[in-house]
């Protein structure tokens, strides 16, 4: 049975597509996921592939990450840069996790140039656009081999 890896996303980001564009690219959520599912059959491991609105539920999932994967994925959108209640449900996964960004987020406004997640997270990924969550990925597929 393959090795079942998380990847949640955070707020807004069902909005692909259709948000600032010229910040997050053309792609929809549907198809990061379809690109996700693609390149984890290549690395031999399954996905759990989800999205939220609600901090809460986001919360619940890491929770559920660190019983039910081997690894977590998150790109936290908006709660990144608010939520120290996230900080510490992804410090207490107890499973690698990668924190990953669309957008460079040193390169936006100041208040996005902090995130609470990266401190606790083993790596993070931002300014690749989709490409972010592959990257992702092919690390997720190092760290749980180790």
């Known amino acids: 049975m393959p ?5 949640l996303n955070g707020p ?3 909005m692909l597509g259709k948000r600032e564009p010229d910040v997050y690219g053309s792609s929809t959520l549907a198809e990061i996921e379809t690109a996700c599912r693609s390149a984890a059959r ?3 491991f399954d996905i759990d592939f989800r999205q939220t609105n609600h901090e809460g539920v986001l919360i619940d999932w890491v ?6 994967a081997k690894g ?4 936290p959108g908006g709660y990144s840069h608010t939520s ?4 510490d449900a992804v410090r207490l996964a107890g499973v690698p ?10 390169a936006r406004e100041s208040f996005r140039h902090s995130s609470h997640v990266s401190p606790v997270a083993v790596g993070v990924i931002c300014g690749f656009g989709p490409a972010g969550y592959l990257l992702a990925l ?9």
């Not at 977590?72 to 790109?75: E, G, H, K, Q």
């Not at 120290?84 to 900080?87: D, F, T």
């Open 84 to 87: 120290v209640a996230l900080r």
């Open 138 to 146: 092919e690390a997720m597929k190092n760290l749980v081999a180790a």
């Open 97 to 106: 996790v990668v924190e990953v960004h669309l957008s460079n987020i040193f």
């Open 72 to 75: 977590l994925i998150i790109n």
């Open 63 to 68: 929770h559920e990450a660190s019983a039910a």
């Open 12 to 14: 807004n980001l069902n």
């Open 42 to 44: 290549s690395f031999g």
């Open 3 to 7: 090795s079942t890896v998380f990847v």
